[in-house]
């Protein structure tokens, strides 16, 4: 008997962390063995050369001009933030349902021809992308069997009339998809309350990662960023710089630290910010104005930002908003290093609070502030905390368990 056919879509403007399951299932060899595969996304330059250095590409896939609804953030940035929100209703209006049509076309097209036994499509959050949805109604006009969609993220209500206008698509697309999966149970439940599925309809698959290859040891990265003879205890940050990662709350964190220490020639630390985005130039005045250049440093994009972090004592992700289920938790805990998080979306699921790491409150400067202090003061702590997590993600969170449970959902689903 041949082997059942999947089809996977996706639409992202670069191989985000999102795009990092679909990495793990074209370069699996059970999936290979049990399924022939294909894939799709939207053409983008930056996609294509991420997807090359990523996978291995030897199956058919395809590449989709799809035209950009996407408005000009430079534009934006100058403008009242009513006009911003009609800018963005006069665009749905206006462009979204004749794109719509036309992405459902083409998708029709290729579905009637490739004919999967499964559709696979990758999608942010929710809504995100237009062509996920329009993946999902194609697929239903192809009688494609069964239409998985992948939610990575918190799933947006109708509490902004940006969305009102998106209701019915999302009645039609919980109408159409066989199965939603969501990398957390906290984004399941958010799935279930927007989109009013039953709880029957949505599936938690924990993402898996598969560590990525470290080129260079501990020393090396530290004299490389210049910390030869710094020999404290060394925190970092690895993410993009935009308000919702939190990095203010951090630096707010770091002053009140020091406001509580008599002596502050004492405080022997270093953060360690990777990352770039719109924020950094204020952030990094932040920095000078406050006196807090001894203890920040701002090394922009790592190459390899496992390198980055194998070098690190404990690592801090300080999001106040907009998380799921993050891969860096995940990259830290496979490295053994202690992790403090705020307690947001999917990281209760991924950090145990006092073992493999320390759980804040978003926005909580003090709680943060502690949990800093906590992990300064004990070296011992840190590596308990540290081993705790490396077991936590070899029973949990590898690429080979992941993978697994997606095929064992794609057989029930093809023999139901």
């Given at each position: 008997?041949a082997?059942?056919k999947?089809?996977?879509y996706t639409?992202?403007p670069?191989?985000?962390?999102c795009?990092?399951?679909?990495?793990?299932?074209?370069?699996?060899?059970?999936?290979r063995?049990?399924?022939?595969?294909?894939?799709?996304?939207?053409?983008?330059?930056?996609?294509?050369?991420?997807?090359n250095?990523?996978?291995?590409?030897?199956?058919?896939?395809?590449?989709?001009?799809?035209?950009?609804?996407?408005?000009?953030?430079s534009?934006?940035?100058?403008?009242?933030?009513?006009i911003?929100?009609?800018?963005?209703a006069?665009?749905?209006?206006l462009?979204?349902?004749?794109?719509?049509?036309?992405?459902?076309?083409?998708l029709?097209?290729?579905?009637?021809l490739?004919?999967?036994?499964?559709?696979?499509?990758n999608?942010?959050?929710?809504?995100?992308?237009?062509?996920?949805?329009?993946?999902?109604?194609?697929?239903?006009?192809?009688?494609?069997?069964?239409?998985?969609?992948?939610?990575?993220?918190?799933?947006?209500?109708?509490?902004?009339?940006?969305?009102?206008?998106?209701?019915?698509?999302?009645?039609?697309?919980?109408?159409?998809?066989?199965?939603?999966?969501t990398?957390?149970?906290?984004?399941?439940?958010?799935?279930?309350?927007?989109?009013?599925?039953?709880?029957?309809?949505?599936?938690?698959?924990?993402?898996?990662?598969?560590?990525?290859?470290?080129?260079?040891?501990?020393?090396?990265?530290?004299?490389?960023?210049g910390?030869?003879?710094?020999d404290g205890?060394?925190f970092?940050?690895?993410?993009?710089?935009?308000?919702r990662?939190?990095?203010?709350?951090?630096?707010?964190?770091?002053?009140?630290l020091l406001?509580?220490?008599?002596n502050?020639?004492?405080?022997?630390?270093?953060?360690?910010?990777?990352?770039?985005?719109?924020?950094?130039?204020?952030?990094?005045?932040?920095?000078?104005?406050?006196?807090?250049?001894?203890?920040?440093?701002?090394?922009?994009?790592?190459?390899?930002?496992?390198?980055?972090?194998?070098?690190l004592?404990?690592?801090i992700?300080?999001?106040?908003?907009?998380?799921?289920?993050?891969?860096?938790?995940?990259?830290?805990?496979?490295?053994?290093?202690?992790?403090?998080?705020?307690?947001?979306?999917?990281?209760?699921?991924?950090?145990?609070?006092s073992?493999?790491?320390?759980?804040?409150?978003?926005?909580n400067?003090?709680?943060?502030?502690?949990a800093?202090?906590?992990l300064?003061?004990?070296?011992?702590?840190?590596?308990?905390?540290?081993?705790?997590?490396?077991?936590?993600?070899?029973?949990?969170?590898?690429?080979?368990?992941?993978?697994?449970?997606?095929?064992?959902?794609?057989?029930?689903?093809?023999?139901?």
């Amino acid at each position: 008997m041949a082997n059942k056919k999947i089809h996977f879509y996706t639409d992202c403007p670069f191989f985000a962390g999102c795009e990092n399951m679909l990495a793990n299932f074209w370069s699996s060899s059970i999936i290979r063995e049990q399924f022939e595969i294909s894939a799709s996304y939207r053409d983008s330059i930056p996609y294509t050369e991420a997807l090359n250095q990523r996978t291995e590409i030897d199956f058919p896939i395809y590449p989709l001009k799809f035209p950009d609804l996407s408005l000009s953030t430079s534009l934006l940035a100058y403008l009242p933030l009513f006009i911003k929100r009609g800018l963005l209703a006069f665009k749905i209006l206006l462009f979204s349902m004749p794109v719509l049509f036309y992405e459902v076309w083409v998708l029709r097209r290729q579905y009637m021809l490739l004919q999967p036994d499964v559709i696979h499509i990758n999608n942010g959050g929710y809504p995100a992308a237009l062509s996920a949805r329009a993946a999902v109604i194609a697929a239903r006009l192809s009688k494609v069997p069964n239409i998985v969609m992948v939610v990575n993220n918190m799933a947006t209500d109708y509490s902004r009339p940006s969305r009102w206008l998106n209701y019915p698509l999302d009645r039609l697309v919980a109408f159409s998809v066989t199965k939603f999966i969501t990398g957390s149970v906290a984004a399941a439940c958010q799935l279930q309350k927007v989109l009013r599925l039953s709880k029957d309809k949505v599936v938690t698959i924990h993402n898996g990662i598969n560590v990525r290859q470290i080129t260079e040891t501990p020393d090396q990265t530290r004299n490389r960023l210049g910390l030869e003879s710094f020999d404290g205890v060394i925190f970092g940050v690895v993410a993009i710089m935009e308000s919702r990662k939190g990095h203010q709350v951090l630096l707010n964190a770091l002053l009140k630290l020091l406001q509580e220490i008599q002596n502050k020639e004492t405080l022997n630390l270093k953060i360690v910010f990777e990352g770039d985005g719109p924020l950094r130039d204020d952030l990094q005045d932040f920095v000078i104005n406050n006196q807090l250049s001894k203890h920040c440093i701002f090394i922009g994009n790592e190459k390899n930002v496992m390198n980055f972090m194998a070098f690190l004592d404990v690592l801090i992700l300080p999001s106040i908003g907009y998380e799921d289920f993050p891969n860096v938790i995940l990259e830290a805990m496979a490295l053994g290093k202690p992790v403090i998080s705020s307690r947001l979306a999917g990281t209760p699921e991924q950090v145990i609070d006092s073992k493999t790491g320390l759980l804040v409150e978003p926005h909580n400067c003090e709680e943060l502030a502690i949990a800093i202090k906590k992990l300064y003061l004990d070296e011992k702590l840190c590596l308990e905390m540290g081993k705790a997590g490396s077991t936590q993600f070899q029973q949990n969170f590898t690429d080979e368990i992941a993978v697994k449970k997606y095929i064992n959902l794609y057989h029930s689903l093809i023999e139901s």
